[in-house]
């Protein structure tokens, strides 16, 4: 058989065997055929990982923890939840990943997170393993006491399974620093002593300048050294950006920074374009409305007559964010939130970059109809990685007790952003021959976490 019908028959022998094994999981399957299909050339050019049978070992979580919540509303109603814990891979250090608050958690999706965090880490260059957690859990409409009530009790059974050497979550969707604040002061109280166990602390109580808005300024940066890469930059673009939320925020400001403009943002309820781009005033009253008040994108539009509201239409097989023409685009809300549909609209707009601000934002149809069409294409364990490297900053700092300035953290996050675009571009051209984000992320990072497997052995 030729390479290509090899290839073919080592996928579909892989994938069913997944499939069996981890059934009713979707979110976990597409996460990992995107990398298996991406390191085939790796493992036909290395005899050594197949023989180790690296990559079955890296599907497998070392553990997951599944656990029940149970907490007190305010009207003296007891309610339960389930907690969970993915630790999927230690190779190269703690674990290391966030936790998740929203009715969608279940097991596939903080294993698709958990599995594409093992890579992301690995291309920060840190000593950091793969982990992800959370809780079908809404803080949505909740009063502070009812989300420190359940943080707490979440907290109760989590420190049994984490430390500042083992196991580091940090924020996610739902968990902000809100939410941080109370699991740390719990787990404080529990172990009786002062640790760097949570990132994303406050900046008085261990955590670092710059963490807030490193995932956003990281998915800047990163889109910046790509269109460096072929002699352009982001000074005079238009981007369309989904979310409103920490990494849609200081995405819009560091685009702006550079020069560019920014014309849509979003919400579960729906997007506001404005033609005229969001300024630095505009960005401040979305700060407030979603850090503070906890509102909806619509208010936006109700503020500003520049901009229009769409409400969200669930029934529509295509988000109509993506339908406006622009030079970038940024997913920035949640997984696979841009299929194919979109993908054709943003071609048909002669969008120049799309880099992933979220999780697997883009469905694998989506992707291929980008790659396909010569569209720049970054994912997220790539493009979205300074929040875990800033993270990581944040634990060096808690070991040896020091605080950094904004100025040096944010230097420090710039050199791990340009050295994971190199990885990316270098993995790509050693295997691909090519200029594939997509795969030289993939191939970069099962490197080195599979190198580190086969010298500690069968575990």
Known sequence: MENGQVQRVMEDSFMNRLKKNNPNE???????????????????????????????????????????????????????????????????????????????????ILKFLGFEQVFKNALTSLPLGGGKGGSNFDPKGKSDGEVMRFCQNFMMELSKHIGHRIDIPAGDIGVGSREIGYMYGMYRKIENQFSGVLTGKGVKWGGSLIRPEATGYGLIYFSQYMLQNLGDSLEGKTCLISGSGNVAQYAIEKILELGGKVITASDSSGYILDEAGIDSEKLEFIKDLKNEQR????????????????????????????AHKADCAFPCA???????????????????????????????????????????YAPGKASNAGGVATSGLEMVQNYSGSHWTSDEVDRRLQTIMKNIHDSCLNAAQTYKSNNDYMSGANIAGFIKVADSMIAQGLL
């Open 295 to 322: 509102g909806r994108i619509s208010e936006y539009a109700g503020k500003y007559s520049t901009a229009t509201f769409f409400p969200t239409d669930r029934s529509a097989d295509h988000n109509a964010l993506w």
């Open 334 to 376: 949640t997984q696979n939130e841009l299929n194919d549909n979109d993908a054709n609209n943003l071609v048909r707009n002669k969008v120049k970059l799309v880099t992933e601000g979220a999780n697997m934002p883009c469905t694998p149809e989506a992707i291929n109809i980008l790659r396909d069409n010569g569209v720049m």
């Open 26 to 108: 979707p979110e976990f399957h597409q996460a990992v055929y995107e990398v298996y299909e991406s390191v085939l050339p790796v493992l036909e050019r290395h005899e050594e990982y197949r023989l180790n049978q690296v990559f079955e070992r890296m599907v497998e979580p070392e553990r997951i923890i599944s656990f029940r919540v149970t907490w007190v509303d305010d009207n003296g109603v007891p309610q339960v939840n389930r907690g969970y814990r993915v630790q999927m891979n230690s190779a190269i250090g703690p674990y290391k990943g966030g936790l998740r608050f929203h009715p969608s958690v279940n097991q596939s």
